[in-house]
Structure formats: C-alpha cells, structure tokens
C-alpha cells in the first residue's frame, strides 16, 4: 500500500494536443486528441490508463515522451518541466515500453544491440562494455544470455517483449510508461511478462504509468487509475476504489462490458451502452458521454462537468455532483 | 545476416531463370575484366581484311575469327573491349544515379512535407519525359562523350530510385521500433541511415540490377545516336551505328553487337525478377 | 448432429518435411448451439475453420475418417457443390472487419452482391429491400444513408454489424465466426456478442465461436472445446469447462488471467512456449510445460481421449475435484 506521502515522480498539468488538419477546400478542422488532461504518477506506484479506441491514451503517451509535440499545458518529471530535457537526458528519467513484438525491434539489429542502443546513443561506452551490460539486462528479464546474439524473427513475442523491457531500462530510467505492453501476446505469454513487471517495479523502485485496454490486467497491477473517453480524463482515483464504486457512467459500463468466466451474470443481464464514440472532430455539446449514457438529463447535454474531487477522488459528472450536494 | 543470404540464395536456385542470368553475368563480367587482355587485336587496329565474315560465313579470314568492319577493325575484339565499356557504364550510372536517388527517397521520405512535395515534384517531371529524349538534352548541353553519356544517364536513372527508397521509409518511418529510436534520444542521421535504410534494401538491390542492364542499354543507345562513346572507342552501340550500311553484305556485323546488348540486357532482368520473388516473399514471411 | 467432425488431420509440407497443423480432431455440433473453441496461437483454431469451408490451400492435405454437415459429406465436394454450402448453409465472418469489407466498394454493392450470391435468381427488386432488412436485423442505425457509406467511414463496430449481414444473408444453419470481437472495443464487443446470441435464436442457427479470450468465450458459448497445438484437449458444456476441467492447460489459461487475483498474488503463468509444431515432442503435447506430467505422459503414444458425463479430456493425470 501506497502511502499517501509519496513524492509525485510523473505530472501532467492540463496537458493538450490538437491536430489541426488546414485544406484549401475544406474548414478547418480540429481534433483535440488530448483536451486539459492532468494527472499524477506517484513514485514506486502504477498509474492505469484505461479508455477504447479513441480516447487518447496512446496520444498521451506519445506527447509525454515527445514523440508528439504539445499543443498546450506541462509535464513535469521528478519536478523538471520536460521541455528542459534533451531526448539523451530525458532517456535516463523516462522510457517507453511499446505495444507491438513485431514491430518494435529493428529486424537487423542483434538482441544486444537493441537492448543497447538507448545507452550508447548517449554514452561513449565501448562496445565491448555495451555488451556486457546489455547481456546483463537480457538475463534480469528472463532470458538466456546465449540468446544475445541473435536476430528479433528468431525470438518469440513474449520474448520480444522481455528485449523491449531490457531496451527501457538500460538507462536506468525512473518512470517506464507501458503502452499496451501484454495486448499482442497470448494470455499464458501475458501472464509471464506482467509478473516479470512487477518484479522490475519492486526490485528497481520504478513507476509505471501502464496504459491498457484490457480492465482485467489494470485491476491487478495498477494502484490507481485514470480512465480517458474523447481525450479527456474522466474518473480518477485509487484502483480498488473506482473498480469496487465506479462513479462515472463510462466507468461502470466499461466495467460491466467487460466479460468475466467468474461472474455468473447471463450474457443477456449484462446492461449494453448503446450508440457508439462519437466523431472527435465534432464531440457532444456538453459532457462528451451524454449521447449514450443512460442518465443524461438537460444540464449534461449543455454543459461539460467540471471535476468533482471527493476523497481521493476526481469525476467528470453533473450526477456526481448532485449525490453529495 | 549471412542465414539471410543462404536462404535467399536457395529461394534464387529454384527460379531457373535467375540462375541462367545469374551465369550469363558471370560470363559477362569475366569477360569484361580480363577479356581485353586476351583480345587478339586492339579495339582500334587498322587491317586490311575489310568486311570479312565470321568463321560460319563465306568470307571467312582466318586470323579473324567474328570477322571485322568497314576499316578492317577485328569485331571479335572490340565485342571484348566493348564488354568492359559496357561494365564500367553500367556501374558508373548504378553508383551514381543510385546514391543520388537513394538520398532524394531518404530525405523526401523522411522529412515530408514541403521537401517531400518539392522533391518529388521534381522527380515528376523527370519521369513525365522519355528518358532517351532527356537524356539526349543533357548530352547536348554537356556535348557528346562517354562520360557525359554516362551522366545523361545517370540523372534519367535517378526517379525509379527515389520514389522506391522513399516507399520504404514511408513505410519504416511509422514502425515502432523508428518511434522507439526517437525517444532515446537518436540523431536524425542515425535513424535515417541505421535504422531505416538497412530496412529498406531489398527493393533496392532489385533497382540496382535492373539499373545496370538499362544505364547500359540507354547509353548503347545515345552512343548508337552518336552522342556517347566516340570512335575510336568499341562500345557496342558505337558498333550497331557504325553497321547500320552494311545490313545487307555483312549482317553478322550489326548482329553481334545487338546480341551482347541483348543478353545482358536479359540476364539482368531475369536476375533482378529472380530476386524479386525470392526476397518479396522473406518480406512478407516476417513474423 | 447438425456437425459431424471425427479424426480430421490437416497437414501441410514444406521444404523442411510435413508437418502437421491439425491433428485426429473430432467433435460434434449440435443444432441451435453455441460452441466455443478457445486456443492460443497455433493451436489451429482458425486451420480447422478454414477447412469446414473448403478454404484450405491447394498444398494443405486433409484427412478425415468423418467430416459431415447437414447430411452432406464435406471431403467428397467439389469446388462447385462447395458453392452450394459456403454462404449459404456455412457463414464465416472474421477477426478485421476493416479489412474484410472491400475498401474500394460501398456497403451497399458488397451486402447485395453477398445477397444475390447466396439467393440465386432472387428478382432484382428484392435485393435492395433485403439488404436494409438485413441491416435493420444487426442493429445499423438509419440503413438507408449507412448503406451507401464506404468502408473507411464505418466504426469497427459498424463494420462487424455489416459482416454478420452478409455472412447471414443466406440464412446460413451454421455461422464460423473468428475472432470476430478480437478487434473491437470492450463496450462494442458486448453489443457484438448480444447481436451474434439475439441472430443466433432468431434464426434457429449453430455458431463456432473460435476466440484466445476465455472470458468471452464463457459468456457466449453454451459448449467449450479447448485446443492445443493441433488437439482438442478438452471438452464440454460451459460449466464444466470453467468450474470443473480436467486438464491442466485448461486450469493454466484460467489461472493466467488476472481476473480477480489480488495484486499482492503473483499471476500463475504457464511456463514455457508453444511448441514447435515441425518438431512435436512425443506423447502429450503439453507434458513439457505441465507441472503433473510424469514420464508415461512423454512416452511414444497418442494419449487417449477420457469421455466421461459429458464432457472429455485428452489426459493421463487430470486434476480431479478437491473439495
């Protein structure tokens, strides 16, 4: 358990990212993948973003390592705005860790090369050196080290997950952020490299800002959790808390959508959310959620909520509101 | 890397076409590097045996086994030092139409935006004119000769390069593990030329083939225009134009030239599409 | 029956040698019921269903003591019968609905094109009203502007909808569907599986529901059939698979999901991989990953199927109830 004390390592301040496409034949168009999101990831914790297709998590991920360029809004790590890092700096204090095991290592490279490359892009290590602590780090993730050697089309995906695991953490960075690092693997293989994490996180005092659609997964490894709908964060808090009380609306019907052998529940008494995420370009007036939620009255279709912030926790929901009043 | 070749090389042996081009080449470039030293004559010796055919015809003159020309020029001989003109276009125009095409693709590719459009707007309108036409202008502006020949046909070489290096990019440049590059901090130089280009070499070999067998043919051609090599010098377009009187009494002299041409011609496509099966496939087969 | 499998084998060859992709599968479907095939990667899940629609490669050799559906008997059809029983007894749908919609083609040209191929002679008055019928059936919003949109402007979860019209646009008796919700988001992968159960009684049709997710697989199906590497290594009704299986693959995949696992617990995993299926170990194909495995289970033979009140298991050490 968490104590409440623990320093922020991670912040997003009302972090935005539009994409603007200009055409001569058409207006312009705007898309606000990521509108005012803020949050905090505490050190030696898990912060879980879940959300669908969609809702912007990928795109925070992408603007906090600055593979995107944000539009407006900060991001602090270890209290530094990351503007003030060059990509070489900042690779100590922040990796990423990506979806895809095919996709993801350079197919020319050797293991050890990929494991290596943050390092020595920064360092005027030796190869020799290089090596040797690359081979290191593919033994810490589970991995022979006679395996060094070879090419990525020779290794399975999990284990191609495990290099992309040893690749982040060759700088010895702080915060890892995880963008759907189990979702292309098989659910024994996921079993695997989610247990591998959580050795890392406790042996390493790492934090993980763990992005994933799968709620299943989240629930057991995050501590707390932010879930995204239409680019904007719209319930926060301590995992166990929102999993056990959803209190938005998009909460509790991700949580009921997702399929569970545990539960007895019928396939028919599941409760759907009807209609489908509406266009980016052109969201609700209002609160993003209120063409399909099943509580909408007048003042959402008018109005966005402003966040509601009670014992730990933050919601985006004019009913929210209107409980504790 | 080398279990890559063994298994392409394999894929390649099956394709008999492939491996009959891969042979005749060579022959080719055996013949090119060493066959000059062993010509009987020299490219430009004067005799006075004119118009002798070759030792299947019926003006057969022994010392002249292919016969010879209107000058007395011993065809078998030029054919040889013809090959090694042949080879030293062919790699001239390959190196450089394909470095210069390759860092256009890589650049365009890369950056977007407004150097892709300028580039490749560029590389437009040299594709948009028959390549012989353009290269006929260069010759003209730079005036005739092997060399300049060799660049006419280099520059009318560069799109076909330039717009496959610039697929693949485009292709890579999205991939994870080119995202990955860039949060750690790689140059921009780095993840062009170590992480991308590597990526993008087999379309590239496949161009590099098919180049070589037309840098040889269009420059065979502005030379049979008489705006490439130059007499003396034996090159087997130069040999063509030289023949074209003498199609009726001495068809041997227009044929043989035309037939060099040909087979490397065709070897190096049915190399380069021998290539293309056996390396598209590897591609595909990548998970 | 309406599906009679028994002892299929479906092998391919390489340069390498043969090797076998699918191996003595058999099973039985009921009509009106839903049977749910959960497996990993390389199991052959999807080489089975290919071959249930004749869609095997040309190098891939099949074999089977039985293979029947309907009465008829699938080994001996030819290529034209077979346009007889593909779409129009036999629908497929599949994982990508974005890519298996013709992107170049409108949902209009594709659902009528679905339908005059699987109603042969239909006038063509009928086809356009069919086809927004079908729409409206899958739950398409306003059919009549959705039918002349292209792909790319459809959601995945539209895109699916209009899948499961074509795929059933021939009032198929059985509906292969593959993955079909893989790709889609939590909430519209609900609405998927109520649509596919709601077609499924309506229409009096049997479905293969072929996915890796267990979950989904437990909520949709009322049969569960496990495979590994080429084998059905159990099988049996819903509840007996979740609650009471017998093998200890079966018992690895559940424990391997972190439903409700406490995060302080660590997650069970499987060790191991998959294995090689050019190069089978001998005897069990899970012995080498199975912490029950003894030597009897690595020795030369096929192990034999137990079948027992209703349910089967491919094993010689099955977890048996404790408590």
């Known amino acids: ?325 | 890397m080398i279990q890559n070749y063994r298994e392409i090389f394999f894929e390649l042996k099956k394709n008999k076409g492939a491996l009959i081009g891969l042979i005749i080449i060579g022959v080719f470039f055996t013949l090119a590097i060493f066959g000059p030293m062993l010509a009987p004559f020299s490219e430009s010796e004067l005799s006075e045996h004119l118009l002798k055919d070759p030792f299947w015809g019926t003006k057969f003159q022994h010392s002249h086994f292919l016969g010879t020309d209107d000058v007395g020029r011993d065809t078998f001989s030029r054919l040889l030092f013809g090959s090694r003109v042949s080879l030293f276009i062919g790699i001239f125009v390959t190196i450089l139409s394909g470095t210069i095409g390759t860092l256009l693709g890589l650049v365009s590719g890369y950056y977007g935006g407004k150097i892709d459009k300028l580039i490749m707007r560029g590389i437009d309108i040299l594709m948009a004119l028959p390549s012989i036409l353009l290269a006929i202008v260069v010759v003209s502006i730079l005036g005739p000769g092997l060399v300049n020949a060799i660049i006419a046909v280099a520059i009318v070489s560069i799109p076909s390069f330039t717009r496959i290096v610039r697929a693949g990019v485009i292709d890579e440049k999205q991939k994870q593990y080119v995202q990955a590059a860039r949060t750690f901090g790689t140059s921009t130089q780095e993840i062009i030329f170590k992480e991308i280009l590597p990526n993008c070499t087999a379309p590239l070999i496949i161009q590099t083939t098919l180049c070589f067998s037309d840098g040889i043919l269009n420059a065979a051609a502005l030379s049979f225009l008489g705006l490439g090599a130059q007499p003396p010098t034996a090159e087997w377009g130069i040999m063509l134009s030289d023949a074209r009187s003498f199609i009726e009494s001495s068809p041997w002299l227009v044929t043989l030239p035309g037939l060099c041409i040909l087979t490397v011609v065709l070897s190096f496509n049915l190399l380069g599409d021998g290539l293309r099966d056996a390396l598209d496939p590897r591609l595909k087969k990548g998970k | 029956m309406l599906l009679t499998v028994k002892n299929l084998s479906i092998s391919f060859e390489t340069d390498n040698g043969t090797f076998q992709a699918v191996r003595n599968l058999s099973f039985q479907l009921d009509k009106n019921k839903i049977l749910g095939v959960v497996g990993e990667s390389g199991c052959g899940k999807s080489i089975t269903n290919l071959a249930l629609m004749g869609l095997l490669p040309p190098e891939a050799i099949v074999t089977a003591d039985e293979l029947t559906f309907d009465g008829l008997n699938l080994l001996e059809l030819s290529e034209k019968k077979w346009s007889v029983v593909r779409g129009k007894k036999i629908g497929m749908i599949f994982q990508d609905p974005m890519t298996a919609l013709n992107p170049c083609f409108t949902v209009r040209y594709q659902l009528e094109e679905a339908i005059r191929y699987n109603h042969i002679g239909i006038p063509s008055d009928q086809v356009y009203p069919m086809a927004l019928d079908l729409l409206s059936m899958v739950g398409i919003p306003d059919p009549k502007s959705r039918i002349e949109c292209y792909p790319y402007e459809l959601s995945g979860g539209m895109a699916q909808r209009i899948m499961i019209a074509m795929a059933i646009s021939g009032h198929p008796k059985l509906l292969i569907a593959d993955e079909p919700t893989t790709a889609l988001d939590v909430t519209i992968q609900l609405q998927i599986l109520k649509l596919l159960k709601e077609i499924q009684e309506k229409n009096n049709m049997s479905i293969i529901f072929v996915s890796h997710d267990l979950n989904v697989i437990s909520k949709i199906s009322d049969k569960i059939q496990v495979m590994y590497a080429g084998e059905i290594i159990e099988s049996g009704s819903k509840t007996k698979i979740i609650n009471e299986h017998k093998h200890p693959y079966t018992k690895g995949l559940l424990e391997s999901l972190p439903g409700h696992k406490k995060s302080t617990e660590k997650l069970f995993s499987i060790p191991g991989i998959v294995p090689d299926l050019k190069n089978r170990p001998t005897g069990c194909q899970f012995s080498p990953r199975c912490e029950y495995s003894t030597s009897d289970c690595e020795s030369n033979k096929t192990i034999e199927i137990n079948d027992h009140d209703g349910q089967q298991w491919r094993c010689l050490n099955p977890i048996s109830r404790q408590n």
């Open chain 1, 1 to 325: 358990m968490m104590n409440s004390e623990a320093r922020t390592i991670l912040k997003a301040n009302i972090l935005s990212k539009y994409y603007v496409s200009e055409s001569m034949f058409k207006p312009k168009q705007t898309v606000k993948a990521l509108d005012s999101v803020s949050l905090e990831l505490r050190e030696g914790e898990t912060l879980g973003l879940v959300g669908e297709s969609g809702c912007g998590k990928s795109t925070l991920a992408k603007t906090i390592i600055g593979l995107e360029k944000k539009t407006k809004g900060s991001i602090f790590i270890q209290g530094r705005e990351i503007s003030t890092f060059s990509p070489k700096e900042l690779s100590s204090h922040i990796q990423m860790i990506f979806q895809d095991p095919y996709n993801s290592l350079n197919p020319r490279k050797k293991a050890w090369q990929l494991v290596s490359d943050p390092l020595r892009v920064k360092s005027s290590a030796s190869e020799s050196e290089l090596k040797k602590i690359a081979i290191e780090l593919i033994e810490r993730v589970g991995l022979r080290p006679e395996l060094a050697d070879r090419y990525p089309h020779m290794f399975s995906g999990g284990q191609r997950q495990r290099l992309g695991i040893a690749r982040a953490l060759i700088t010895k960075p702080k915060v890892i952020i995880c963008d759907e690092p189990v979702s292309a693997l098989d659910v024994s293989v996921q079993a695997q490299v989610i247990n591998l994490l959580k050795e890392l996180q406790k042996d390493l005092g790492l934090s993980y800002l763990f992005i994933s659609h799968d709620l299943s997964v989240v629930k057991y490894i995050a501590d707390r959790i932010a879930v995204m709908y239409l680019g904007k964060i719209v319930e926060q808090g301590r995992a166990d808390a929102v999993f056990n009380s959803p209190a938005h609306p998009y909460t509790q019907a991700l949580i009921n959508s997702a399929p569970d052998f545990n539960s007895s529940v019928e396939l028919s008494d599941i409760p759907t959310i009807s209609g489908e995420l509406p266009s980016p370009l052109n969201p609700p007036n209002g609160c993003h959620f209120s063409n399909r939620c099943p509580h909408t009255n007048d003042l959402c279709l008018k109005e966005y909520p402003l966040y509601h912030n009670t014992e730990d926790r933050l919601v985006a929901c004019h009913l929210a509101d209107k409980k504790d009043r």
